[in-house]
């Protein structure tokens, strides 16, 4: 009996080391320096390597980060008819600083819409050189890609940057509290912002965000940070973009960015306030309150009309909170 117990033991150990080595063994992806290590995570993403995206950029900034070194980009995904967002932008958070550069991500107008949008667009970008314009549709559907291509844009064009934000044009973003919160952060592997932990996929084909079985077979989500904004030291841009090979994309922007962080082994770090715990990523429409606001880093939810109406009052009077 004790033979038999043993015999299967050593068989277990085998067939384990068998199956394990096989792993060890699957070609490694080289990376320039070599650097980065083989992913984490299942089995399954190890096996296949997807082919790289065939996207370009049809109009780039590909010169802002050569003569200067931003601690923090905004990278803010908007459609090419968002004019108006962009110059609320422009005009309150994203006001070009010492130390910051916002960049709007954008992709192809849309079917439907008008001739002339192209021209505009060309034409805005010559005169405030913050446009990057993707070769894709500009669809929901192609957040995804966008992300993709804001995380290679960041890792090829502005690598010596300390830290980037991802963030809705739609956002009221306290730059100041944010700013001081990040000169204490890690530089190396870092991301912030309201994480979700309990995420499951919707399997309702009439919801926003139904995912198939087919795209994603699992129950549930790894821990992720919500879409609306997050913040994540520069180094994880160019990681994040070469996971990004090992998981199928799908069309949830924020999950897609956690299943590359999975395949990473980085986990997304929740931001409180010290004094009342309150999630510093607030995702609920909050109404304005000057002194609310200069406790939080980011307020859901505002109109382009909003944001130019409520930030000379929080520029003026924040710092007395
Ligand atoms: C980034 O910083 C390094 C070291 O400070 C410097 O050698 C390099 O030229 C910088 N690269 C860019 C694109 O500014
Ligand atoms: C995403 O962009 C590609 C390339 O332009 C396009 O073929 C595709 O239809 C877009 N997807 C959606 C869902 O809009």
């Not at 970008?125 to 995804?144: E, G, K, P």
């Not at 949830?252 to 929740?270: A, F, I, K």
């Amino acid at each position: 009996m004790f033979c038999f117990v043993l015999c299967c033991f050593v068989l277990c150990c085998f067939v384990l080391f068998c199956f394990d080595s096989s792993l060890w063994l699957k070609p490694r992806p080289l990376s320039k320096d070599g650097a980065e290590p083989r992913p984490a995570g299942s089995a399954k993403e190890q096996r296949r390597l997807l082919p790289p995206l065939p996207y370009r950029y049809l109009v780039n900034q590909a010169g802002l980060c050569r003569d200067r070194t931003p601690f923090l980009v905004f990278m803010v995904p908007v459609a090419p008819r968002d004019a108006a967002a962009r110059e609320a932008v422009r005009k309150t958070w994203g006001a070009p600083s010492q130390d910051t550069l916002t960049l709007f991500f954008t992709g192809l107008p849309v079917m439907g819409e008008r001739r002339s949008l192209q021209e505009e667009l060309e034409q805005e970008s010559r005169l405030y050189a913050d446009i990057i314009q993707v070769d894709f549709m500009d669809s929901y559907q192609n957040l995804t890609l966008k992300t993709l291509m804001m995380m290679k844009w960041l890792g090829a064009h502005c690598s010596n940057a300390s830290f980037a934000m991802k963030v809705d044009a739609d956002i009221f973003v306290n730059v100041f509290h944010l700013r001081d919160r990040l000169r204490t952060s890690p530089r190396l592997g870092f991301i912030t912002g309201s994480v979700i932990r309990d995420g499951r996929p919707r399997r309702d084909p009439w919801s926003k965000w139904y995912l198939s079985k087919e795209l994603y077979p699992e129950d549930s989500f790894p821990p992720y940070v919500s879409g609306a904004g997050y913040v994540f030291s520069l180094d994880l841009a160019g990681r994040i973009f070469w996971a990004s090979r090992y998981v199928q994309v799908i069309p949830l922007e924020d999950v897609y960015v956690g299943l590359c962080l999975r395949v990473l082994g980085v986990r997304p770090v929740y931001s409180r306030s010290m004094l009342f715990l309150r999630n510093l990523f607030e995702i609920q429409n909050l109404k304005y309150d000057r002194c609310t606001f200069a406790k939080l880093v980011i307020v859901n939810k505002f109109k382009p009309s909003e944001l130019l109406q409520v930030w000379p009052d929080f520029l003026e009077g924040h710092a007395r909170c």
